[in-house]
């Protein structure tokens, strides 16, 4: 069974940052996936590039080398995806980073989606019909 | 002027350095960066693009190359041995580069160091398991499986964990 784990913007500003509050829980979560990985397991971790955008994670930058190097994937904002993100949108009034998240979410072919978040309400709302797996951080 | 590594740099046995590296930094320098670096570069080779390939004369358990091949044939895992043991490779490849980056930054911030109940709970919070819901119910768990089992993992603590809460019949 495939799994996708997806960051939202304080996910990602937690992980790269070991003086965040919540760094210490974002790293067990990529510790898990780094050890089922290590089992074969069919496990990926990913951030839409807009959320990237959000959180200001260069991946040219030096101080970001950690995150840089935990082997995340980018969902890029492609044709497809932004007109999913632009459905939702008018939708339901999200962030344009929580409408790629939900694009990402509506058309992964992952067969578990699982999303590191802050705001689970507004996942709830992106994924639509989608089954997914909120962790709260 | 910085010393970057070229792959030959990384295989060299470890206490032997590039003479230009000797020349220019101390060995406390070339110790502290080699390790980051060389997961950098494999980071690196897992972005190129996967048209270029080379030959290669790695040699591999006759077995499993049947095994592969037979894997292939029967099971259709891949469409090829080759494409088979290339991401399997990668994938393992990818795991070590994961793990190596989060050992070095445990070594920067052991504060930063999840314990076993940390990780059971995170395990269990990525499944949706019900037992997120109980993290005090976890840590003891974990506390508990690693008097016997030092060497267990968050899924071995999941597991426990649920075979506790199982009602006894």
């Known amino acids: ?137 | 002027m910085a010393f970057l590594p070229t792959p030959f740099d990384l295989e060299r046995p470890a206490g032997t350095f590039p003479v230009s590296a000797v020349r220019t930094t101390g060995m406390w320098y070339i110790a502290d960066i080699r390790k980051p670096r060389a997961i950098e570069q494999i980071s690196r080779l897992l972005d190129s693009p996967v048209l270029e390939t080379s030959n290669t004369s790695m040699r591999i358990p006759t077995a499993l190359r049947d095994a592969a091949a037979l894997a292939v044939k029967e099971l259709g895992v891949a469409p090829s041995a080759t494409a088979l043991t290339a991401a399997a490779l990668r994938t393992t490849l990818e795991a070590v580069v994961m793990q190596a980056a989060l050992d070095d930054h445990y070594e920067r911030h052991p504060e930063a160091r999840p314990s076993l109940g940390d990780l059971a709970l995170a395990a269990a919070e990525l499944d949706g398991n019900p037992l997120a819901n109980e993290p005090e119910h976890l840590r003891r768990a974990a506390d508990e499986i690693v008097e016997k089992h030092p060497d267990a993992s968050a899924d071995d603590v999941l597991l426990w964990a649920e075979a506790r809460a199982i009602p006894a019949a």
């Open chain 1, 1 to 137: 069974m495939s799994q996708l784990v997806l960051l939202d913007n304080e996910a990602v500003q937690a992980l790269g940052d070991p003086a965040h509050p919540k760094h210490h829980r974002v790293v067990s979560h990529a510790q898990i996936v780094a050890s089922r990985k290590r089992r074969a397991a069919e496990i990926e971790l990913a951030v839409p590039t807009t959320v990237r955008v959000e959180a200001g994670w260069d991946r040219t930058s030096s101080s970001r080398a950690f995150a840089n190097r935990l082997r995340i994937t980018d969902m890029p904002l492609d044709a497809a995806s932004a007109n999913v993100g632009a459905i939702i949108r008018k939708r339901t009034g999200v962030s344009v980073p929580d409408a790629h998240l939900g694009a990402v979410i509506q058309s992964a072919p992952a067969d578990r989606i699982t999303v590191v978040t802050s705001d689970p309400d507004d996942m709830r709302l992106v994924a639509g019909d989608a089954t997914i797996t909120i962790v709260t951080i």
